[in-house]
């Protein structure tokens, strides 16, 4: 997926850039404002972050020209909370609306959001295999040696998790900063009484030492 | 009955008429008194000298009660007109013509006073909004430098799993949510007066609107080792997502301000009543004093809580949550255990214009 930053406040521009490649998108920042609408169009990306407040034209009359020749998907960005820009974002052919300063998940669900509504997104890797054990993220179940353990929200997210950075050492606190990203509120203790339940399920099942303790650290599996 | 109160309404009364016009008669009788006098000595009739008098005195009574009524006329309309008129200071304007010089001047006079006071209170609305849009604009242009920061901080944080830095950035990240806080509250105040201006009903969801606000304090009540249950299945309301995610904001601030000393916990819940939703954000805090209950919506009201726990509690947040919710037709309420807890309660009424099937669409 190939996205498009227009954003002419350059220390924005390019961490919005970073966060993009880390959510694993190809991200690309307009350096020149010009003539956006056209670069716009050159470039073709798969979706394209629109500030409103740009130096030369303003967000809104580049949308309409983009609109003119090009479907591709625009999420206006901008640090006006007006309901009337909203509304003219909307208007002038905008997919969507984010107000600065945003919560970067938050940013990133709107992105995923659109792509889903317009793009046809491929799979998602719903199944994350490591030693013989295999997640099953849309059935939210383990499985092992074609034996099914059912997994509570909490455990499940937690386990995507360290499954998705297996081999690596993951503190607590990223866990808990990732679980809240992901719509689970708990706190280090709630943390805790989790991993116990996923260990006591993990040995009934028959999987010894799946998941390591590092004293200080935290999790690695 | 006092001249004050005379005055306001606008009512002539005749018996402050009458005494009003004391010297009138008085010149009036004696001049009369000295004219038959004078006749009766020159010679003229006794009859004669009554008869002037009868009709000189019916004809001042004649006068006296018209005068009476043209005035009471007269002050009558200009009652009706400051009763009626929202902007009473616009008088002088719309005072009735009048043929009587006294009059005339009169309305000259308040006239270019009342000018004088529009002068005052344009110049002051006119401040007053360059004030509000300077604000405004203030507010905009340093959300870009908290948005950079706040991007710098999550990358950062992304870039390994272990960094000494870590807990800095963290840090660093939960005052800059500080800040955007205190920015958000002075663009809503600035803004509370004049919703009307600034909103866009649509069907919101206040699942999503609560998981928002929580996940924008999330350094904030993650250091502060706290727990959030959020669940607001049947919470599909018609309103402005962008105020009620301030307002959720403020509540959850205050419980977090307020929390337990073990296993602090706050849950957001929605359920149907009646013809709306209720939101509920309810904690396990400290709670509020039955007696200090029905104020904590005043504005700069710090309770024994405030004062103790927090000296920074400004007695605004839950003062605009009261003043936005007002504005969007929401009902709020608290309700307290002192020392167990309290809840805030948000009443979203769902009118009979949009429950029907018609108005599926999110977009007004």
Same mark, same amino acid.
């Given at each position: 997926m190939h996205i498009l930053i227009v954003e002419d406040e350059p220390v924005i521009r390019q961490e919005m850039k970073l966060l993009l490649e880390n959510a694993l998108y190809q991200a690309t920042a307009l350096e020149e404002f010009e003539d956006v609408a056209a670069e716009v169009l050159d470039i073709a990306p798969d979706l394209v972050l629109l500030d409103v407040n740009l130096p030369g034209e303003a967000g809104f009359d580049v949308c309409a020209k983009i609109r003119s020749a090009s479907d591709v998907p625009i999420i206006f960005v901008t640090s006006r909370t007006d309901s009337m820009d909203e509304l003219t974002g909307l208007m002038k052919g905008g997919d969507d609306y984010i107000t600065k300063p945003f919560q970067a998940p938050i940013l990133l669900a709107h992105i995923a959001a659109v792509l889903k509504r317009t793009v046809r997104e491929e799979k998602e890797l719903l199944r994350i295999a490591h030693k013989d054990v295999e997640l099953d993220v849309a059935r939210g179940c383990l499985i092992f040696r074609g034996q099914d353990v059912e997994l509570t929200k909490n455990e499940l997210k937690i386990l995507h998790y360290l499954f998705l950075n297996k081999g690596k050492i993951v503190s607590r606190r990223n866990l808990i900063d990732y679980l809240w990203d992901n719509q689970v509120f708990i706190d280090d203790n709630t943390l805790s009484v989790n991993m116990t339940r996923i260990r006591a399920k993990l040995e009934q099942a028959g999987v010894h030492e799946f998941i390591t303790t590092k004293r200080g650290l935290g999790y690695f599996i | 009955m006092n001249e004050r109160e005379m005055c306001a309404a606008g009512r002539l009364h005749p018996g402050e008429f009458l005494k009003d016009k004391i010297p009138v008669f008085l010149l009036q009788a004696s001049g009369m008194m000295a004219l038959c006098v004078f006749l009766w000595l020159t010679g003229y009739g006794k009859g004669g000298c009554v008869l002037i008098l009868i009709c000189r005195g019916l004809a001042a009574v004649v006068w006296t009660l018209a005068e009476y009524r043209n005035r009471k006329q007269y002050f009558s309309q200009m009652g009706q007109v400051l009763d009626k008129?929202?902007?009473? =200071?616009l008088l002088g304007e719309l005072m009735p013509p009048s043929f009587r010089l006294e009059d005339r001047m009169y309305r000259e006079m308040i006239r270019k006073s009342n000018k004088s006071v529009i002068e005052r209170i344009r110049r002051m609305e006119g401040e007053q909004q360059e004030y509000r849009e300077y604000i405004e604009s203030w507010v905009h242009e340093i959300k870009a430098p908290i948005t950079s920061i706040a991007l710098m901080c999550e990358n950062d944080r992304n870039e390994g799993p272990q960094r000494a830095d870590d807990e800095r950035i963290r840090r660093i990240a939960l005052e800059n949510q500080k800040v955007e806080n205190a920015v958000d509250m002075v663009l809503y105040y600035a803004r509370s007066d004049e919703v009307y201006k600034d909103y866009a009903i649509r069907e919101t969801d206040l699942q999503a609107v609560a998981e928002e606000a929580v996940l924008k304090n999330k350094y904030y009540l993650i250091q502060n080792q706290m727990q959030v249950e959020v669940d607001c299945a049947p919470g599909t309301v018609y309103t402005d997502g962008k105020w009620i995610l301030f307002i959720l904001n403020q509540l959850i601030l205050n419980s977090a301000q307020y929390r337990a000393r073990e296993n602090p916990h706050i849950w957001i819940t929605a359920e149907k009543y009646g013809h709306g939703v209720r939101l509920a954000v309810k904690d396990n805090g400290a709670g509020i004093q039955k007696e200090e209950l029905p104020r904590? =919506?005043?504005?700069g009201f710090t309770g024994t809580n405030g004062r103790c726990q927090n000296d920074k509690a400004t007695g605004m947040g839950l003062y605009l949550c009261r003043k936005l919710c007002g504005k969007l037709g929401i009902g709020i309420r608290a309700e307290s255990e002192y020392g167990r807890g309290a809840e805030v309660i948000l009443d979203f009424p769902v009118s009979s214009f949009v429950q029907g099937d018609t108005v599926k669409e999110r977009d007004i």
């Open positions: - | 008129v929202d902007q009473r =200071f904590i =919506f005043e504005k």
